[in-house]
Structure formats: structure tokens, C-alpha cells
């Protein structure tokens, strides 16, 4: 089955800096990554995805870039404010079923 | 829109009781997926339904834990007899269709096993 590796575990950065979190995934067959952000005590909530003919897409301060030749792809957060600060995951649908990474906790200092 | 709604919020048990939660996703969202999330790490899929159907149960410890989705709207999950390794986070989520993509997250119960 599919397998997907996030990195790194935890980030911190301070307000205004960017922050990049990077997945791979082992399923070539797999066509959808979707990133969620997870607040505290709140289910994840899907802020980004990508789909297997695209490169990149951007929404605003965060974007996602997705190589299907090397299998990974990246969220980026640009100008992080301290409201960014959540887990972070990423997941790989193949055939209807959705793998995730395990988390990125990413705290944005004031 | 109403987003996927879950109950209880949180449950404390002792090992070896019952315990049951229960979804209500969005409305029209034809499939439903429950999940297992264990501090620490990402949400493991344990059971898809399309409509009133079981799409996949692979992950579901079949053993100890049943689910089912009458009349295809809500449904209820079930672990008897529960085990300490069974505190986690579960969490429901349905999507328009099993092609639609996009998936939407209940808040989660948290149940804890002592």
C-alpha cells in the first residue's frame, strides 16, 4: 500500500519568515495530495491540494509544488503569522483511499 | 452548510468495556469515511461506506470494532472490547462522492481507555 513520509516533525520560524514542509510518497499510482492544518482539539481542515497533472498551485500566502518523477511534493508558507501555528499534514489518495504523513507541528513566534 | 457533526466530544472508559460515537456528515455527501488518530501521528483510515456500503474495511480490527451506516446518512462506530492501545482520536469525515476528493473533517471524539 501507499506510504507517505513528512519532514520535518516540528518547525519553528519567526513572524514573516517562510516555512516549507516536505512529503513523499511511495504509491506512483497515487493522484491526489491534499494538505490539512489541524488546530487543537478541531479536526483537520483542508487549506490546500494538488492534483498528479499539475505542478504547482498557490492560494495566497501558502502554495504546493508536487514532482511526480521523485515522488514528493511541498507546502510552502510564505510571510507566517502566528495564527499558521497548527500541525500540518500531508496525505496521497490512490483508488479512493487516503494515506497520511505524520504531522508537522509548526509554531510561528511573535 | 452544516459541517460533519460527532458525538460524544470526549468518552473515558475502563479496558474491556463498550463504547460507541456517532456521525452526521454533510448533507448529500454520499461517502463516509471513519478514522483513527493516535497522538502523534496522522489519521489512519478504518472504514470508507459509499451510500450504505462498505468500500473499504481493511484497517478495521474487525474483532473489536463494527460500524455501519444505516438508510446511508449517519453512522455509528463501535468498539467492544476496548483496549488500553485504543485511546486515540476518532474522527469522521464524508465527501461528496467517492470520486470527489475533497474530504471534510468532523471535530474528533477523544476517548481515553484506562
Known amino acids: 500500500g501507499e506510504n507517505v513520509e513528512q519532514h520535518p516533525s516540528t518547525l519553528s520560524v519567526q513572524e514573516g519568515d517562510s516555512a516549507v514542509i516536505k512529503c513523499t510518497y511511495s504509491?506512483?499510482?497515487?493522484?491526489?495530495f491534499p494538505w490539512y492544518k489541524q488546530e487543537l482539539g478541531k479536526g483537520p481542515q483542508l487549506i490546500i491540494d494538488i492534483r498528479s497533472n499539475v505542478g504547482e498551485k498557490k492560494d495566497q500566502r501558502i502554495a504546493v509544488t508536487l514532482n511526480k518523477t521523485a515522488k514528493h511534493f511541498s507546502l510552502h508558507i510564505t510571510e507566517t503569522q502566528p495564527e499558521d501555528s497548527a500541525v500540518y499534514f500531508c496525505?496521497?489518495?490512490?483508488?479512493?483511499?487516503?494515506?497520511f504523513g505524520d504531522g508537522t507541528t509548526l509554531t510561528v513566534k511573535p | 452548510e452544516a459541517g460533519v457533526a460527532q458525538s460524544p466530544r470526549y468518552k473515558i472508559i475502563e479496558k474491556r468495556q463498550s463504547v460507541a460515537f456517532w456521525c452526521n456528515p454533510i448533507s448529500g455527501h454520499a461517502t463516509l469515511y471513519w478514522y483513527q488518530q493516535i497522538l502523534g501521528q496522522g489519521p489512519k483510515l478504518l472504514i470508507q461506506f459509499q451510500n450504505n456500503g462498505v468500500v473499504d474495511d481493511s484497517q478495521l480490527p474487525k474483532d473489536r470494532f463494527s460500524a455501519e451506516r444505516l438508510k446511508g446518512v449517519d453512522s455509528t462506530l463501535k468498539i467492544q472490547p476496548a483496549k488500553l492501545e485504543d485511546s486515540a482520536v476518532y474522527l469522521c469525515?464524508?465527501?461528496?462522492?467517492?470520486?470527489?476528493?475533497?474530504?471534510?473533517f468532523g471535530p474528533g471524539t477523544r476517548l481515553t481507555v484506562t
Open positions: 496525505a496521497g489518495l490512490n483508488a479512493g483511499k487516503s494515506t
Open positions: 469525515a464524508s465527501s461528496f462522492t467517492g470520486e470527489s476528493y475533497e474530504q471534510y
Open positions: 504509491d506512483s499510482a497515487s493522484n491526489y
